[in-house]
């Protein structure tokens, strides 16, 4: 009788389990009905949520990500804005998404419900009835959804008529003591609470059903297919919905593998053998994928892709194509199988799921592709495999990237929300430092602790709640090492790794290294002893501080190296070795290469670059070679000597320049600059201009927000001319030869809706001293319309120059540039094709009117707006004052073609001061145009989309 009174107690305790293990676990029920001709899906859901907290809520907060489409104020577009991606600015309607909700019910009674007022993705839902701790609430909505474009993000209805969808319908957010929502900002890292998942679809019988739910039911309806699918502890799922399926499903041992990832001239076999060895080698190491199907997708690897791979032609291919393959079947399905399963906050905790992909990524190519080299079969060439780039481990990239940033100092924490990062850092450089981070630490705990708890961190944490303070526990436990280093100063800090062997002191049996510290962080550093290229001894010394002194036993060592496996992402490498043969053997040999190169730290690089230009028609095509010690990544000194024969003046021309920088962490200064550079051209026919300029600069950022683009700049320079005299050549003075010292304060923020831009500029002489302030505005409006705005004032406050000369005035139209900064085609040139070239500068007008220029001072304002997409109407106004004359008022107006803003637009005069200006004679020769080739320029219209 006890016993089976035990029995029936037991079964109770079992029974009561399972129904409050039903009762508390999150469910989203679901109903979608497909209209793909109107871009329609029409819905139906039951949310119940369990409130795990102590806390009674009577709000709760809803995830609609589809209305982050909605307008062009949503945090998306704001987001595609920052980064110029003009696409969804200038979208029509009718390729935006939306939802409209038409009911939200607790308990079939209305609930009250808005829109959070500048986050119309996220939805406020007043309860009816407060939730109690360790309660649920049950919702029932009905919504209609609009699909937008997927061109903007990739997710959405594509050109084709397919659907591809993610984070399309309503979801719960998370309340753990704090609401955690979030807007949409093309980041795929919507924090969704983990729930049992049942979806009924119904859509077109031509289309085929792609998703990693678990199919439960399917019928057809007349033209319609009606779908089940379900899922047990999901917190993610995509849908994709296609007219001639390119998804491919192979059903490994242990995981079925859906895939639509582009294989090209790879074999069936070979596909399903890669499948199965990059499947086998991810559970191998984290255990059995939860679910049923692993989904992996080509916006997945378009997201998320193996830079450099991405940036090359198809025709060039240094990797074998299976490995290319390879690789990017175990990016995406490492990525996927920790987001589905490592329940974190993504916004704010991105980088362990980063690092841990990382640090796997390239534990895989150390296990199976142990001799790849960063430039694969490229290595091998003759050209190429004298470059230290050749000599460089296939894994040696991931430092490389995040040294991209380190060196240029706009590096972010790793532990920084993820919307506050550059695109650069948040796509590269900080999934880059994380897993290098994991491989760092794991090389100073040793014995594969680390390697070890990543596997049964991530096995012991599947679908639970978890988090970077129960990560560091959790490692914490298996070592006595202190690696409060790693959380306090890798993870949560931007600070540098930098140390420098600064002393050596060595007997018959003993060696002592004072090393440096050159950052102020607490991270140690591995110290190797060398023979020749073996190791004799490796320790790993901790707490340095400032300096910090140990003595190693002696052996049979040769030399001392820091961090002679490069596990530790350092920021300078250059003094990190010592000899112990003798003084002079220290001093690094002198190595020159052709083409710019990666930092061989060892060596004293000089790099030799053909140059092959065409700067100004006086000087023709030009030839020269550069010498100079800039590498793939910045430095703080650089030095350049460029001498170059110039065809057209059968002359010898170039430049010269010598530049360091300071950078400073954790301040609005982020930099100065210092140096002095030097050239020698022709400035019209047999004419040459020497110029030489000492420079100083304070460049400022935000620095509690990089992503914003407003920036400061002082500069300080002196530019001294000399000019060949040439009496009949309009553009000289009586003085050929003079120097002007100029002050500048420039304050821009550049964005793609809102352009900012203003500078005060101060100029001193012998003969004259100046100041001027210019102005420029720029504004997109929402019917894709734009308006430029620029005002310019200068004044003279003291003037000696040569009353007839107007060589240092105020130019109306074409200014002489006589401190040589503009890149005119033909500055010396009164008529002809290069006289029409326009700089806006000073006056900024484009039809040539008189007076031309202003002696005393000047005020002028430049105007344009759309007529149709990149043809404008320009209007220029002025006042222009000379000495011992009335201020004259001046105007111009017409039409600017605008086929590359900034780089490459053409102005057509209509009406001015001179009147109808197209019915005067020779007015082709009034038509002027806007041209660079410069390639620095150039590369700004990618790298404001990066940094």
Known sequence: MLLKLKIRFFNCIIFFLICYASFSQNKIDLQAKFDIENKQIKITQTIQYHNDSQEALKSIYLSDWNNSYSTKKTPLAVRLAEEYNNTFHLAKNKDRGFSVITSIKQNNSDVTFERLKNQTDIIKVELNETLQPNSSYTLQLEYLVQVPNAKFTGYGLKTNGDLNLRYWYITPAVYDGTWHYY????????YIPKSDVSIKLEYPTNYKLTSDLNLSKSTQINDNQVVVLSGKNRNTNKLFLSKRTQYKTIQGDELQIVSDINSEGISLIDKVLILEKTTKFIT??????????????????????????NFLPKFIKPYPNNFQYELKILKIALHNYLENTLLINPRTEQWLIDGIQIFYAMKYVETFYPDMKFLGSISDTWLIRSFHAAEMDFNDKYILAYMIMARSNRDQKLTKPTDSLLKFNRNIANKYKAGVGLRYLDDFVNQDI?????????????????STQAFEKYLKSLTEKDINWFFNDYLDTSKKIDFKIKDVI????????????KRNNNMPVSLYALENDSIVSKVWVENIGNEKTVTIARKEANKLVLNYNNKIPEINLRDNWKSLKGFFFNNKPLQFRLFKDLEDPYYNQVFLMPIIEFNNIYDGLTLGVKAYNKTLLKKRFNYKIAPKYSIGSNALTGSLSVLNTHYFENQDLYSIRYGIGAGYSSYAEDLFVRKVTPVLTFQFRENADYRSNKNKTILFRYVDIHRDKDITNVLTSDEPNYGVFNARYIHSNDNLITYNRWYTDFQLSKEFSKLAFNYEYRHLFENNSQLNLRFYAGAFLSNKTDPNSDYFSFALDRPTDYLFDYNYLGRSESSGLFSQQYIPAEGGFKSKLDPGFANQWMSTLNASTTLWRYILLYGDIGL??????????VYDSGIRIDLVTDYFEIYLPVYSNLGWEMGLPNYAQSIRFRFTLDPKSLLGLFRRRWF
Do not use: A, C, M, W
Not at 450 to 466: A, H, I, Q, W, Y
Not at 511 to 517: A, D, L, P
């Open 183 to 190: 807007s949409n900002k093309n980041l795929d890292d919507l």
């Open 284 to 309: 191998n190491n984290f255990g059995k994928y939860p679910h049923k199907t692993l989904l992996l997708s080509q916006i997945d690897y378009e997201k998320d892709p193996i830079y450099g791979l």
């Open 450 to 466: 680390v390697e070890k708890g990543l596997e049964s961190f991530v096995r012991d944490n599947k679908l639970k709640p978890t």
């Open 506 to 517: 060595k007997t018959e049996d003993s060696i002592t290294i004072t090393i440096k510290n």
């Open 880 to 889: 222009v004052k000379n000495n011992t004359v009335s201020p004259k008022f």
